[in-house]
C-alpha cells in the first residue's frame, strides 16, 4: 500500500519537517485515500447501502492525518493508541483500519468489526491501538484518560491521542475527563477538531474563548493551535506534544484550526453556511496545499501523485466492492454478546409458551 | 509483596467476627493482593481512608498507583475505569454515596454497559458503594440506585445482606468480568447483630443466585439488602402469632435475577410477599411479579403484594423517613393479609 516501490528523485537540500520522500509519499496516499473513501461512502450512501448516514471529513484530512503519522503506530498492541472521530478517519486508517471494514461498519455488516452492531467508526482493535468513539461526546477524553492512566502505572513510553469536535469541549464528560487526566498527569494528547460547526449551531454559539487553548490553560496543560490545513504543521504539533507526554509532561493539547466544508450528515442543506467563507476555505483544501509543495519542493512528480490518487481510488472501489457483496447480521445474533457469561433469553413470545400447571396439581 | 496486612485487615485470619464492613475491606484488600491488576479509585479513599473507611491503610499497602484519589468527577473517573479495563486492569471505584452516581449515569448506560456488546470487549469494572436510608442522611446521602441501572442490560448488580454475602460477592464482582454495581447499606456496615466468623479459606458467593434465608410453606417472601433483617423480624411475628410458614429469598444479585428461585418457592407456597427498601414506583417488584405472571400465573392462589418505601424523595427527620421507609409492621400486615386470602 505504501508507495516505497515508486521510482526515485532526486532528494531536495532541506527535507518537510525532517520527513523523507517515502514518508511524505505516505502522508499523500493517506490524505488521498481518506477523500476516496468517503467520496465512495458517499455513492453508496446514495445508492442505498448505508444504514445510517456518512459523515465526513472533506477539509479536515490534514489533522488526522498529520497527527496519526507523529505517533508510534504497531500493530502488536504495544504502540500508541487512538481515539478518532468520524471526521478522523484518515487517522483511522494510519493506525491500520481497514478500508473493508469502513464500509462494512457504514454498511452493518455482519463481517465487520463489530458484526452490525455499531456504525462507521465505532470500532476497536487493540492490537493496533485503535479505540472507537461512542457518540455521547466528551465520554472518549474519560476513557482514553483511563487508558493512558494505565501506560503511566505501567511504566510504558506510550501515549493516547483524543479526536473531539470542538463542541464536545462544552460537556461536563471533556472537563471531568480533561481535569482528571491532567492531575493524573497521564500521557493524553488532545486534538480540538476546531471546524467551526457544531451540527448547525457555529462555534461562538458554543464558547466565548477564541481559541480552544485558552481552556487548556484553565487545566494546566500545556497547548498550542495549528493551521489544520497544514499536515506538515500538524505533524510536528503533534510531534512536539508526543514528546512532552512520553517525557512525563502530562496531558496535552492540540488546536486544529480548520474548516468543516460539509454538512454534519449527508442529509443537512448547510443553510446556514456563508458562501464566501466556504469559498476561502475550499481554496485552502489540505491535499491541494501539500500537492502543491511536495511538487514545487521537487520531492515527487505529477505522474507520480496522480498514480498514487488512481490506487487509493482502486483501492476504496475494490473494498466497497467487496463489503457490497457480503451478508448482513442474522437478527437472532442481536441477543448475543450482552454479558460474558450469561446468555439472554429471547423472550417467551418468541419462542415457547409458559409452562402450564398440571390440572392434577390445581390447589382445591 | 510478602508485607503483613494491616492488623485491622486480619480479623478472619484471627478468627474474629467481622462487620459487614470489614467484610468488604477484606474481600477487596485480598482480590488486590493475589491480583495486581485490581486497582482502585474514588474520592477521599486513599489518604483519608474513605468517607466511611471502608479503604483505611490501603494506601499505605499498596501504594498510590493502585489506590488513587480522584477529583470530584464520579463520570471522568467512571469513565477513566472504562479506559483503564481496555487495557486489561480490574478497577474498583468507590462511589463516595452512591445518590453521586448520577453523572456517571452517562458512561455506565451508554459506555461500559455496551461496551462487550459493541465489540470493544468486557468491562471488568466494581462500582461500589454505600446506599440506603435509616440514618437521617437526608435526600441525598440516602437512596437506592438500583433501579436507575436495573434497566440497562450488559450491567450486573449486587446489594449483599450479610458478611458472608458482602465478602464473597465482593470477591465474585470483582473477578467478574462484567461491569457490577455493588450496593453497600450503610446501616448494615457496622450492625452488632451482623457480626459473623467468616471462613478463613477463600470463597466467593456466585453472582445471579439467590439464597433462602428461612424455609416456610404458606408464603414466599422476597426481599434484598437491609429489608433481608426487617423480613426475618416479620416472619417470626407471623409464625408466631398467626402460625404462618413465610419463606424468604434473599435476592442478593438483582441483575441478573434469580428468576428460578422465586419461581420454586412460589410453586410450593401459591403466594407471593415482594419487600423492597426502594420507592414503589418502578421498583424491582413490579418486575418480579410480571415474571412471575408470565412464568407460574395458575400457581398463585393470591395476589402478588409488595411492600416498599413511599413514592418520595429520602426525607430527613426521623419522623419523616421512620414513616418513608417499610417497616416490620408493614410486613407483617401485608404478610396476614396474602396468608387470609
Redesign the interface.
Known amino acids: 500500500m505504501g508507495p516505497a516501490a515508486l521510482s526515485l528523485l532526486p532528494m531536495s537540500d532541506s527535507p518537510i519537517a525532517g520527513l523523507d520522500r517515502t514518508q511524505l509519499l505516505v502522508l499523500y496516499h493517506s490524505l488521498v485515500v481518506t477523500r476516496a473513501a468517503e467520496e465512495r461512502l458517499e455513492v453508496l450512501h446514495k445508492q442505498g447501502h448505508v444504514t445510517g448516514e456518512v459523515y465526513s471529513s472533506l477539509g479536515q484530512e490534514a489533522g488526522a492525518v498529520g497527527a496519526a503519522f507523529a505517533l508510534d503506530r504497531r500493530t502488536d498492541g504495544t504502540g500508541d493508541f487512538l481515539a478518532p472521530t468520524v471526521r478522523a478517519a484518515g487517522a483511522l486508517f494510519l493506525f491500520g483500519g481497514e478500508l473493508v471494514d469502513f464500509f462494512r461498519q457504514y454498511m452493518a455488516r455482519a463481517t465487520g468489526p463489530t458484526g452490525g452492531k455499531e456504525a462507521s467508526v465505532h470500532w476497536v482493535d487493540f492490537q493496533k491501538g485503535i479505540v472507537g468513539p461512542v457518540s455521547p461526546l466528551g465520554t472518549m477524553l474519560e476513557v482514553m484518560a483511563g487508558i493512558t492512566l494505565s501506560f503511566k502505572v505501567r511504566g510504558e513510553p506510550r501515549v493516547g491521542i483524543v479526536f473531539y469536535g470542538d463542541a464536545a469541549s462544552s460537556t461536563g464528560a471533556w472537563h471531568e475527563g480533561l481535569n482528571f487526566s491532567a492531575v493524573q498527569r497521564c500521557p493524553l494528547i488532545l486534538m480540538v477538531e476546531a471546524n467551526q460547526w457544531m451540527f448547525s449551531t457555529a462555534t461562538t454559539m458554543n464558547t466565548r474563548v477564541q481559541s480552544f487553548t485558552d481552556k487548556a490553560a484553565g487545566y494546566g496543560i500545556g497547548s498550542e493551535s495549528v493551521d489544520g490545513t497544514d499536515i506538515v504543521a500538524v505533524y510536528e504539533a503533534v510531534s512536539r506534544a508526543a514528546k512532552r507526554a512520553r517525557a512525563g509532561e502530562g496531558t496535552q493539547m492540540v488546536e486544529l484550526s480548520y474548516y468543516r466544508r460539509l454538512d454534519y450528515v449527508q442529509h443537512d442543506p448547510q443553510e446556514s453556511v456563508d458562501p464566501d467563507e466556504l469559498a476561502m476555505w475550499e481554496g485552502r483544501d489540505p491535499i491541494s496545499l501539500f500537492e502543491r509543495r511536495v511538487l514545487e519542493e521537487g520531492w515527487a512528480e505529477e505522474p507520480e501523485l496522480e498514480e498514487i490518487r488512481g490506487r487509493a481510488e482502486e483501492d476504496c472501489r475494490l473494498a466497497a466492492e467487496q463489503a457490497v457483496s457480503e451478508p448482513v447480521p442474522y437478527g437472532p445474533e442481536a441477543v448475543k454478546g450482552i454479558y460474558t457469561d450469561t446468555v439472554t433469553p429471547h423472550p417467551w413470545t418468541r419462542t415457547d409458551e409458559p409452562d402450564k400447571r398440571a390440572t392434577s396439581e390445581l390447589k382445591t | 509483596m510478602n508485607r503483613p496486612a494491616p492488623e485491622h485487615l486480619k480479623k478472619t485470619a484471627r478468627g474474629e467476627p467481622v462487620t459487614l464492613l470489614e467484610a468488604i475491606s477484606e474481600g477487596l484488600f485480598e482480590e488486590m493482593v493475589q491480583d495486581d491488576r485490581v486497582?482502585l479509585m474514588g474520592e477521599d479513599i486513599g489518604v483519608y481512608g474513605g468517607a466511611f473507611k471502608v479503604t483505611r491503610g490501603f494506601l499505605d499497602y499498596f501504594g498510590d498507583?493502585?489506590v488513587?484519589d480522584?477529583?470530584i468527577?464520579e463520570?471522568?473517573?467512571?469513565?477513566?475505569?472504562?479506559?483503564?479495563?481496555?487495557?486489561?486492569?480490574r478497577?474498583v471505584v468507590e462511589m463516595q454515596f452512591m445518590d453521586f452516581i448520577s453523572?456517571a449515569y452517562?458512561?455506565l448506560t451508554?459506555?461500559i454497559a455496551?461496551s462487550?456488546?459493541?465489540?470493544?470487549?468486557?468491562m471488568p469494572i466494581v462500582v461500589r458503594g454505600p446506599v440506603g436510608g435509616g440514618n437521617r442522611g437526608g435526600p441525598f446521602h440516602s437512596q437506592n440506585v438500583e433501579m436507575a441501572f436495573f434497566h440497562t442490560?450488559?450491567l450486573?448488580i449486587v446489594y449483599p445482606s450479610t458478611a458472608y454475602d458482602a465478602k464473597g460477592l465482593m470477591k465474585a464482582a470483582i473477578r467478574?468480568?462484567?461491569p457490577v454495581i455493588f450496593e453497600e447499606h450503610k446501616v448494615l456496615y457496622r450492625a452488632p447483630a451482623l457480626r459473623e466468623v467468616l471462613p478463613e479459606e477463600d470463597y466467593v458467593v456466585p453472582l445471579?443466585e439467590a439464597r433462602i434465608v428461612r424455609e416456610g410453606s404458606d408464603l414466599t417472601l422476597v426481599t434484598y439488602g437491609a429489608m433481608v433483617h426487617k423480613s426475618v423480624e416479620a416472619a417470626v411475628q407471623l409464625e408466631e402469632q398467626d402460625g404462618v410458614g413465610v419463606e424468604i429469598i434473599d435476592l442478593r444479585t438483582l441483575l441478573?435475577l434469580d428468576e428460578d428461585a422465586i419461581v420454586e418457592s412460589m410453586k410450593r407456597t401459591?403466594r407471593v410477599l415482594i419487600v423492597h427498601e426502594d420507592t414503589r414506583t418502578g421498583g424491582i417488584a413490579g418486575e418480579i411479579a410480571i415474571r412471575l405472571n408470565?412464568?407460574?400465573?395458575?400457581?398463585l392462589?393470591a395476589p402478588i403484594l409488595r411492600v416498599t418505601a413511599i413514592d418520595s424523595p429520602v426525607p430527613y427527620a426521623g419522623s419523616l423517613e421512620d414513616y418513608f421507609l417499610p417497616q416490620v409492621e408493614d410486613i407483617v400486615t401485608a404478610g396476614r393479609y396474602l396468608a387470609a386470602y
Do not use: C, Q, S
Open positions: 486497582f498507583l493502585r488513587i480522584t477529583p468527577a463520570g471522568g473517573f467512571t469513565g477513566a475505569a472504562a479506559g483503564a479495563a481496555h487495557m486489561g486492569l478497577p453523572p452517562d458512561v451508554n459506555y455496551t462487550l456488546y459493541r465489540g470493544a470487549g468486557p442490560p450488559g450486573k467478574d468480568d462484567n445471579g441478573p401459591g408470565e412464568r407460574a400465573f395458575e400457581w392462589d
